[in-house]
């Protein structure tokens, strides 16, 4: 099995920055393509980022791409996202998952960490 646990997240003003980690445990975390998610309160979980597991190019979300950059460490088995000219409409739950994807597009996410609250205020 492999245990993820989000870390970084916090209130921060409307175009202000904070980055997102995600220190993984358990398994091999190299031979998993990692991602972040997000989902705000009534609305369903979205993707955000993902990486393959070489690193490569990473694919966004239309609404983070140019805000966002997602990297990953295998060396310390983490996973991070940097997070740039947060908007109000970015406050979500911030979740990490490992899983797979094929070509450019997220497959499935094998697991789950717990989450981290990012709240944007205007």
């Known amino acids: 099995q492999v245990q993820l646990v989000e870390s970084g997240g916090g209130l921060v003003q409307a175009g202000g920055s904070l980055r997102l980690s995600c220190a993984a445990s358990?398994?091999?975390?190299?031979?998993?393509?990692m991602g972040w998610f997000r989902q705000a309160p009534g609305k369903e979980r979205e993707f955000v980022a993902a990486?393959?597991?070489?690193?490569?190019?990473?694919s966004y979300a239309d609404s983070v791409k140019g805000r966002f950059t997602i990297s990953r460490d295998n060396a310390k088995n983490t996973v991070d996202l940097q997070m740039n000219s947060l908007k109000p409409e970015d406050t979500a739950v911030y979740y990490c998952?490992?899983?797979?994807?094929?070509?450019?597009?997220?497959?499935?996410?094998?697991?789950w960490g717990p989450g981290t609250q990012v709240t944007v205020s205007s």
């Open positions: 998952g490992a899983g797979s994807s094929f070509g450019s597009s997220w497959s499935r996410t094998d697991y």
């Open positions: 990486i393959r597991r070489s690193g490569g190019i990473p």
């Open positions: 358990g398994g091999t975390f190299s031979s998993y393509a």
